[in-house]
């Protein structure tokens, strides 16, 4: 079993950042990657940013230039640093543990953390 902590969300104006990060435990397999989604109501998830346990990343296309996704293997934990925010970003966040590359969502997900941009 595999447990995905996030926390980081809030209410930011445009052009603000957050910082959200993903604590990881349990059963982690060795080679790894994490990824970050974020869904609005009615849409279907969709991937923001993923990095293997190699530190190769990938991001979407929306996102490239604004957000940096890092991680700490010690501490088996996943940060996504979003910057430049505009109203669009507005959505729940969601972590996952995958163990594909190119990423591909696992099984385990986070519980999801709630990122507002509104003036």
């Known amino acids: 079993q595999v447990q995905l902590a996030e926390s980081g969300g809030g209410l930011v104006q445009p052009g603000g950042s957050l910082r959200l990060s993903c604590a990881a435990s349990?059963?982690?397999?060795?080679?790894?990657?994490m990824g970050w989604y974020r869904q609005t109501p009615g849409k279907q998830r969709e991937l923001v940013a993923a990095?293997?346990?190699?530190?190769?990343?990938n991001y979407a296309d929306s996102v490239k230039g604004r957000f940096t996704i890092s991680r700490e293997n010690a501490k088996n934990t996943v940060v996504l640093q979003m910057n430049s925010l505009k109203p669009e970003d507005t959505a729940v966040y969601y972590c996952?543990?995958?163990?594909?590359?190119?990423?591909?969502?696992?099984?385990?997900w986070g519980q999801g953390t709630q990122v507002t941009v509104s003036s």
């Open positions: 990095i293997n346990s190699g530190g190769n990343t």
């Open positions: 996952n543990l995958g163990t594909a590359w190119p990423f591909r969502a696992g099984a385990y």
């Open positions: 349990g059963s982690i397999p060795r080679i790894n990657a």
